[in-house]
T-cell receptor
Framework: NAGVTQTPKFRILKIGQSMTLQCTQD?????MYWYRQDPGMGLKLIYY???????DKGEVPNGYNVSRSTTEDFPLRLELAAPSQTSVYFC???????????FGPGTRLLVL | KQEVTQIPAALSVPEGENLVLNCSFT??????LQWFRQDPGKGLTSLLL?????REQTSGRLNASLDKSSGRSTLYIAASQPGDSATYLC??????????FGSGTKLNVKP
């Protein structure tokens, strides 16, 4: 099993541009999560999904959108990128909510 | 809002020492607490998960304890090794499906 995979690994965006961060898991987990990690800080939950077609906001959802059309994929969309969105983004999945999460390697995003 | 604090932010110890990492949280109404390890430039790896009804969990040289009433958890690492060098983060799920992380303790185990 590949576990949780994320693409791209690194991206530079200009202010106002849009992009989609991809996340795929092959463990047939129901739950998937998106986090951001700013330098020297812990992770903050952006959005999570409890299954295909169902998503909910986390602590810092503003400026982001998500969708979950399949069990495997949970893309994160940034519209109108801002410098404040410069961060490392992690995707994770778990079988049940509040159970052990498995993380992807992260996407480093720089907005200039 | 739940606040999760980890002190110290960094710790350096010689190889072989037993050590304790601390995690405190402000709201005791938690569902569970998890400890993670993060290596530089990598994602997180789950180490231990303690349910709110449990007092401790053990995995190999790691032991995590939970005192919900005082809002504290500790991660005990026995006989530390250079390979244990990483950042250790704790995180709590509250009863409203929100997940909060501490900022981590960066551990350096010197050979």
């Amino acid at each position: 099993n590949a576990g949780v995979t994320q693409t791209p690994k690194f991206r530079i965006l200009k202010i106002g541009q849009s992009m989609t961060l991809q996340c795929t898991q092959d463990m047939n987990h129901n739950y998937m999560y998106w986090y951001r990690q700013d330098p020297g800080m812990g992770l903050k939950l952006i959005y999570y999904s409890v299954g295909a077609g169902i998503t909910d906001k986390g602590e810092v959802p503003n400026g982001y959108n998500v969708s979950r059309s399949t069990t495997e994929d949970f893309p994160l969309r940034l519209e109108l990128a801002a410098p404040s969105q410069t961060s490392v983004y992690f995707c994770a999945s778990s079988y049940g909510l509040r159970e052990t999460q498995y993380f992807g390697p992260g996407t480093r995003l720089l907005v200039l | 809002k739940q606040e999760v604090t980890q002190i110290p932010a960094a710790l350096s110890v010689p190889e072989g020492e037993n050590l304790v990492l601390n995690c405190s949280f402000t709201d005791s109404a938690i569902y569970n607490l998890q400890w993670f390890r993060q290596d530089p430039g990598k994602g997180l790896t789950s180490l231990l998960l303690i349910q709110s009804s449990q007092r401790e969990q053990t995995s190999g040289r790691l032991n995590a304890s939970l005192d919900k009433s005082s809002g504290r958890s500790t991660l005990y690492i026995a006989a530390s090794q250079p390979g244990d060098s990483a950042t250790y983060l704790c995180a709590v799920w509250n009863n409203f499906n929100k997940f909060y992380f501490g900022s981590g303790t960066k551990l350096n185990v010197k050979p």
